[in-house]
């Protein structure tokens, strides 16, 4: 498959496994209403989704973010201009960490515009496989061409990729219908099964078997025979089911071509496509209207995405209760979505909005806040988020353990480095998990240099002999093992000294 070169690519593909893992630090000050797993996150989203990743590797069902468009235009509240080269930098290390979010069954979707995208398009092939290219969508995001410009842009693209593409087919939804396209359903002939509509019966002749080509005779005696360039769209088995069932409409003189009845009790969706026009997810207008009620006209980002739009992404790949993310969270729109849809939500913002912009607006959100999607979806208040900054790295550049961390931070640590899978123990036991026909000990009480066999950190025959039990393979970490090699071999255990044998990346 083609690759995207640019200045530094080889060093930049390089980045995300060099970014060291850090803490998460809850600030109870910013967080709001019940407990909740909804987070609110202030730092560098690289650093945060390294962070994030020993719990949340595989979990989350939607991404969307919108990054800087890289439009050489000045914004108030974070960076826009930024050369190309050093666009593709940003972007790439963290598009790499969040493939390794996403479910099976899940997908991410960018915002961008004409600037960028295609180039986004080619890299997003790489990370996430050309195959799982689900679509680009097409947003209408003016409703007046821009007078300044030769050939205004009244469109932003959302380029749509899958885990696996497969997968996310078999839990894609259907969007509602609106009350215009409800209307277009009837019931002429009083149908026991209620209003329907009728959509053609024949198909280009080009695509058809030979069992479609033949001549119909309507309930009114009338025989149609079609020209050759078209055929039936269903064989003449399966058409005279059809209309045995009364699925078939012959007018109501019943000489007509035949249509085929869909009825409104069997179709509750339709599917969606790729042009999203600003009457059915709104507009730039719309979501600078809707920040403007929030935090007034002075205090506002230039080109804020309406509630309708991500409301939309949200309809088609997700359910209640699934994890959404945006790790450029900006003024807090997916997060605002998410909760009033039930939805669970990381959100991560580096700038000062991040407690100026997110933390106001979302509290509005918990309290019933009534602008955006909130009457649509009947949001009426509740729930929470908890808020969190970077903390320091687990391990420093000198190797050196933290001694900020608790014990199960570096629980959740290690069982990621070591199993590349989320931890999702209760970090109350020495025993931290078993994964694979093997189990994972950690023994470790926060108190750095503490070697005295007694302390609990160091594996001697008497902590080994407290140790929950397992017949199989181990890994034990520790500060230190009065063990020697043949006995811990005897024993099946591979013994791994803190700090020094904790991976860093």
């Known amino acids: 498959m083609p690759i995207l070169n640019w200045l530094d690519r080889d060093e930049t593909i390089k980045v995300a496994n060099k970014v060291?893992?850090?803490?998460?630090?809850?600030?109870?000050?910013?967080?709001?209403?019940?407990?909740?797993?909804?987070?609110?996150?202030?730092?560098?989203?690289?650093?945060?989704?390294?962070?994030?990743?020993?719990?949340?590797?595989?979990?989350?069902?939607?991404?969307?973010?919108?990054?800087?468009?890289?439009?050489?235009?000045?914004?108030?509240?974070?960076?826009?201009?930024?050369?190309?080269?050093?666009?593709?930098?940003?972007?790439?290390?963290?598009?790499?960490?969040?493939?390794?979010?996403?479910?099976?069954?899940?997908?991410?979707?960018?915002?961008?515009?004409?600037?960028?995208?295609?180039?986004?398009?080619?890299?997003m092939d790489e990370i996430f496989g050309r195959s799982n290219f689900v679509a680009n969508v097409v947003w209408q995001k003016r409703t007046s061409p821009d007078m300044r410009s030769t050939l205004g842009a009244g469109h932003d693209h959302i380029i749509v990729y899958a885990q696996d593409y497969e997968r996310l087919k078999n839990v894609f939804h259907k969007l509602p219908k609106t009350p215009e396209q409800i209307k277009a359903y009837k019931n002429p002939d009083n149908d026991h099964r209620g209003p329907w509509v009728s959509t053609d019966c024949t198909a280009q002749a080009g695509h058809g078997t030979k069992d479609q080509f033949y001549k119909l005779t309507t309930?009114?005696?009338?025989?149609?025979?079609?020209?050759?360039?078209?055929?039936?769209?269903?064989?003449?088995?399966?058409?005279?089911?059809?209309?045995?069932?009364?699925?078939?409409?012959?007018?109501?003189?019943?000489?007509?071509?035949?249509?085929?009845?869909?009825?409104?009790?069997?179709?509750?969706?339709?599917?969606?496509?790729?042009?999203?026009?600003?009457?059915?997810?709104?507009?730039?207008?719309?979501?600078?209207?809707?920040?403007?009620?929030?935090?007034?006209?002075?205090?506002?980002?230039?080109?804020?995405?309406?509630?309708?739009?991500?409301?939309?992404?949200?309809?088609?790949?997700?359910?209640?209760?699934?994890?959404?993310?945006?790790?450029?969270?900006?003024?807090?729109?997916?997060?605002?979505?998410?909760?009033?849809?039930?939805?669970?939500?990381?959100?991560?913002?580096?700038?000062?909005?991040?407690?100026?912009?997110?933390?106001?607006?979302?509290?509005?959100?918990?309290?019933?806040e009534e602008g955006g999607i909130s009457k649509t979806v009947n949001w009426q208040g509740g729930g929470g988020f908890r808020f969190y900054k970077l903390g320091e790295a687990v391990i420093d550049e000198f190797g050196h353990l933290n001694s900020q961390v608790k014990f199960p931070a570096l629980a959740a640590h290690i069982w990621f480095t070591e199993t590349k899978t989320p931890y999702t123990g209760e970090a109350d036991s020495p025993l931290i998990g078993i994964h694979e026909g093997t189990a994972y000990y950690l023994l470790y009480n926060g108190i750095l240099g503490d070697k005295r066999p007694d302390s609990g950190n160091v594996l001697t025959t008497k902590m080994l002999n407290a140790l929950p039990l397992y017949d199989g393979p181990k890994v034990i970490y520790g500060e230190a093992s009065r063990l020697g090699e043949a006995r811990l071999n005897q024993l099946d255990i591979t013994f791994k000294q803190t700090p020094y044998d904790i991976k860093m990346r």
């Open 219 to 368: 309930p009114a005696g009338r025989i149609i025979e079609l020209p050759a360039s078209l055929c039936w769209r269903f064989t003449q088995k399966r058409m005279q089911e059809e209309i045995e069932a009364g699925r078939i409409w012959f007018g109501k003189d019943g000489k007509g071509v035949p249509r085929k009845k869909t009825f409104l009790s069997e179709a509750p969706g339709i599917n969606a496509w790729t042009w999203w026009t600003n009457t059915e997810v709104g507009h730039n207008q719309e979501g600078k209207k809707e920040i403007n009620q929030l935090f007034g006209a002075d205090n506002a980002f230039a080109t804020p995405k309406p509630e309708r739009l991500l409301q939309r992404i949200l309809q088609l790949c997700s359910d209640s209760g699934d994890l959404i993310m945006d790790s450029f969270l900006g003024s807090g729109t997916t997060a605002a979505v998410a909760h009033k849809m039930g939805r669970r939500y990381i959100g991560i913002e580096m700038g000062d909005h991040a407690v100026t912009h997110v933390v106001p607006r979302m509290k509005k959100v918990v309290d019933g």
């Open 20 to 123: 060291p893992f850090r803490l998460l630090e809850a600030d109870d000050t910013l967080s709001y209403g019940e407990q909740s797993d909804n987070m609110i996150i202030q730092g560098d989203n690289l650093e945060a989704l390294k962070a994030l990743l020993p719990y949340y590797k595989g979990q989350v069902k939607c991404i969307y973010i919108d990054p800087p468009y890289n439009t050489k235009s000045a914004f108030e509240h974070y960076d826009d201009n930024l050369e190309h080269s050093q666009w593709l930098n940003m972007m790439y290390p963290r598009l790499e960490l969040l493939q390794e979010f996403l479910r099976e069954d899940g997908s991410i979707w960018v915002s961008i515009d004409d600037n960028e995208v295609h180039y986004l398009k080619v890299i």
